[in-house]
């Protein structure tokens, strides 16, 4: 069955960085978008970013846009995020998700979800 597993989150103070990696396994991702979405306690899951299967297309959340990277390694079936000048709001537990073809920022549009890895930014 389809796996997504990430990795790399962990606790760091506010301007630092982090990089997040996520490997997929269980079928071919040929075609697929994949993503990062983030849960803060008490909100609801949003939308950090996404790339494209070719890696020509990518998407970023404003809140992130400048200071988020997101990659991909097709040959390994991984994404990254790489996360510069953390804030306390970008405090979360962090998602790799997956879907076919077409970009959405909708959780309820992906098919794939990991299990997260909590990011914590102290101010």
């Known amino acids: 069955q389809v796996q997504l597993v990430e990795s790399g989150g962990g606790l760091v103070q506010a301007g630092g960085s982090l990089r997040l990696s996520c490997a997929a396994s269980?079928?071919?991702?040929?075609?697929?978008?994949m993503s990062w979405f983030r849960q803060a306690p008490g909100k609801e899951r949003e939308f950090v970013a996404a790339i494209s299967w070719s890696g020509l297309n990518r998407y970023y959340a404003d809140s992130v846009k400048g200071r988020f990277a997101i990659s991909r390694d097709n040959a390994k079936n991984t994404v990254d995020l790489q996360m510069n000048s953390l804030k306390p709001e970008d405090t979360a537990v962090y998602y790799c998700?997956?879907?076919?073809?077409?970009?959405?920022?909708?959780?309820?549009?992906?098919?794939?979800w990991g299990q997260g890895t909590q990011v914590t930014v102290s101010s």
């Open positions: 998700a997956v879907r076919p073809r077409y970009y959405s920022d909708s959780p309820g549009e992906y098919d794939y």
């Open positions: 269980g079928r071919t991702f040929s075609g697929y978008v």
